[in-house]
T-cell receptor, first 110, second 115 residues
Framework: TQLLEQSPQFLSIQEGENLTVYCNSS?????LQWYRQEPGEGPVLLVT?????EVKKLKRLTFQFGDARKDSSLHITAAQPGDTGLYLC??????????FGSGTQLTVLP | DAGITQSPRHKVTETGTPVTLRCHQT?????MYWYRQDPGHGLRLIHY???????DKGEVSDGYSVSRSKTEDFLLTLESATSSQTSVYFC??????????????FGNGTRLTVT
């Protein structure tokens, strides 16, 4: 079983602060996806990274895929209350189906 | 937003009763999935379908069955509900399988409570 561990599990910060959340595994993934989920809704895809070392930016969000394709990070600059949500990473590896991490619950306080 | 409708949105049932959850899509996507979401476990795959009448098990398939008689509908059945099946169930669709990095589009979930 391929496992993805996300850290921290919970994060509460003030508006305007920067933060980084991590997604780590001992397994190699061919690609990694990041989703954001808001209460009462299903997850929504933010980005897919497929190449080791790849960096993608989505406005204030920066995603990086590790060189060995075993880990990924999400950095948010100047967080806003609208960034509040559950952030999930999901990887495609030898299991052929997406494996999800347990998520990071982010709360951005105004 | 992808056209995915899950029904019911909330259900309370008693232990030992059968329960069927429905997922309906209007996107004509080939792949459909059922996940359960529990605190501390993220999303875990129950079953998935790669075409009409073509289904396969996920990592937590025990106690669940599925059927897909039409492209647009994917049913999840709990033959005899147990308290451990209390969870939020999400349906998802994708155009291609996970090996093609195809994104998943999720419904808004069904909250099931087994008493």
């Amino acid at each position: 079983t391929q496992l993805l561990e996300q850290s921290p599990q919970f994060l509460s910060i003030q508006e305007g602060e920067n933060l980084t959340v991590y997604c780590n595994s001992s397994s190699v993934f061919s690609s990694l996806q990041w989703y954001r989920q808001e209460p009462g809704e299903g997850p929504v895809l933010l980005v897919t990274v497929v190449t080791g070392g790849e960096v993608k930016k989505l406005k204030r969000l920066t995603f990086q895929f590790g060189d060995a394709r075993k880990d990924s990070s999400l950095h948010i600059t100047a967080a806003q209350p609208g960034d509040t949500g559950l952030y999930l990473c999901a990887g495609t590896g030898s299991a052929r189906q997406l494996t999800f991490g347990s998520g990071t619950q982010l709360t951005v306080l105004p | 937003d992808a056209g995915i409708t899950q029904s019911p949105r909330h259900k309370v049932t008693e232990t030992g009763t059968p329960v069927t959850l429905r997922c309906h899509q209007t996107e004509n996507h080939r792949y459909m999935y059922w996940y359960r979401q529990d605190p501390g476990h993220g999303l875990r795959l129950i079953h998935y379908s790669y075409g009409v009448k073509d289904t396969d098990k996920g990592e937590v398939s025990d106690g669940y069955s599925v059927s897909r008689s039409k492209t647009e509908d994917f049913l999840l059945t709990l033959e005899s509900a147990t308290s451990s099946q209390t969870s939020v169930y999400f349906c998802a669709i994708s155009e291609q399988g996970s090996s093609y990095n195809s994104p998943l589009h999720f419904g808004n979930g069904t909250r099931l409570t087994v008493t």
